[in-house]
């Protein structure tokens, strides 16, 4: 096998067969057939009974007489009275669910949030239902995420019978989008039952979670919603053949429990180096599709390279943590890149900018590098359902912010070597403004950057050699014999705005002391600018300014700023 080579195997025989055989699934079919009982003397329409055992579970099970569902969905967004608005993100702000389901829920509202109040997560809790129980299993599931402290609860475990699809497309990928929620979710479903198939004949539905597909043959885990879409496709074929039936999931897991330990399926005959369709093959076998289909050897082998062509098309997921220590690395880099550039008394912004060095070429690299992961990286917290993707920049948020500080600085320097102006609106990429809108809206945000070896600060606003340099083309309109009256007075007015800016972020140690670097921009503006006021200049920042003892006792800390 060569270096790019990788076999593929799908282990959904053992998934199911371990699923089976811990006995898990007979315990919650009991806890639904008994709540079935207990259901028969009421008139609602909805029952639920929570039960806990002696370690802890806690199991909620739900019943509806509704055994039928319209294929009807209902369409919402991040700013209807939506229950799941918390599911939506920039990228995906709108999803429908099934009507019939959803007005269900909807006529318990009141009671299932009081339940979700109820509903300790510091302990396993398991949420189960079937038929369209089960969709309401699903629904309230999320509701708990919604409600789940990620640090110190336990994610809750939904697991149905029989459910039929719920939401559309972006509903799934809402949901698909937190691997975290994703798996929450077992629907134990038999090619047999008519309930399951009938959503999928609407191409607007789309499964989310893991199967466990199961006939009288056998049973698979599938975790590929392309799988479970062209497999739950196909058993609409058995409901057109009469095949299909209402089904008894209590004698379907027995069934399961007792077939839990493998055997041996006759597969069709695929060469045994692509492990992926082998083992594609071996479950198909097993869920029978070859006997209820009646697929001869050359259709189950088109059943599988079809499977397995979709299975291997390359999907976008990115990995916030796969490429983190290069990314850490090329932080390293410029750490060193940084100090080699005090040592030449000029700052790293503007040896940067002066590109005159190899080393110079290779922090362009690690820059393309380095943005390139946090562009992707900002992306995906913005396609994250939205407490998902809250937690999701609370946890890179430091890692964030300290990129920004100390890449924007340099991408800041390219934008104005090429002779362009207006950074901040201009030229400013969104990625750069979004890790800055979290950390101000991050509780926190005050305690990072924050220190008190000042010497080795980042400038906490990553764009103040965008000022330093929009300040130095004030003073240029300033000196510039052509300038009209009315571009003097802006280059006065915007040079006074920058005084105070400079001097406020001086006052909270805010700024790197590289900037008083001989061969800085900011000394260059600094000598431009006292030229133009004069040295009769009496302003708090021009009288610290001046004297450049100050310059050190700032690096200190022990400036005593009034």
Known sequence: MTQHQVKAFSGGLESASSVASSGILTS???????????AQSSTQNLFWKIVSNESGLTAITFWTTQNHDQPDLLPFSNTDDNPFKFICSKTNPNFSLNHSAFSLFNQYRTQLDQLKSETDLKKPV???????????????????LEKMNPAS????????????????????????????WNSCFLHVASLLDPLVSSSISNNSYSPFGIFLLCSGYGSSCFESLVSVRKLLNLTSQLNNQGLQQNCHYGSIVENLHRKAICKDFDGPNIPRSNLLQESLALQLCALGFPQ????QETDLKNLVEELDN???KPKKRFNPG???????????????????????????????????SAPDIVVTEFIRQLNGYWEDMVEEAEKQPQKEGAAFRTRWLYAGTNYRRMVEPLYIAGYYKDGKRDYINNGRTEHYKQLEKWLKEDKKSHSI??????????????????????ALFSCQDLKTTGSSEAKKLEAINSLDEF????????????????????????????????????????????????????????????????
Not at 325 to 340: H, I
């Open 28 to 38: 919650l079919w009991n806890l639904i057939s008994n709540l079935y009982a207990e």
């Open 126 to 144: 398991i949420v189960t239902g079937h038929g369209v129980g089960g969709s309401i299993a699903s629904l309230f599931t999320l509701l708990l």
């Open 153 to 180: 609860d336990k994610r809750p475990l939904c697991i149905t019978f029989g459910s039929p699809l719920i939401g559309d497309g972006n509903f799934q990928k809402a949901i698909w989008q937190s691997s975290n």
């Open 292 to 295: 209820l289909l009646q697929l």
């Open 310 to 312: 979709e299975l291997l």
């Open 322 to 356: 796969k490429k983190l220590n290069d990314m850490k690395e090329k932080m390293a880099n410029l750490e060193w890149y940084k100090k080699d550039s005090k040592k030449k008394g000029i700052g790293y912004y503007d040896m940067f900018k002066g590109q005159t």
């Open 449 to 470: 950057g924050r220190t008190n070896n000042v010497e080795s600060i980042l400038t906490l606003d990553s764009c103040f050699w965008a000022h330093v340099e929009e």
């Open 499 to 562: 005084e105070k800016y400079v001097y406020g972020s001086l006052k909270d140690y805010a700024v790197s002391p590289e900037i008083f670097l001989e061969g800085s921009s900011f000394m260059r503006w600094w000598r431009e600018y006292i030229g133009i006021k004069g040295a009769s200049h009496d302003t708090e920042f021009a009288n610290f300014m001046k004297n450049p003892t100050n310059y050190k006792k700032y690096m200190e800390g022990a400036y005593n700023f009034l």
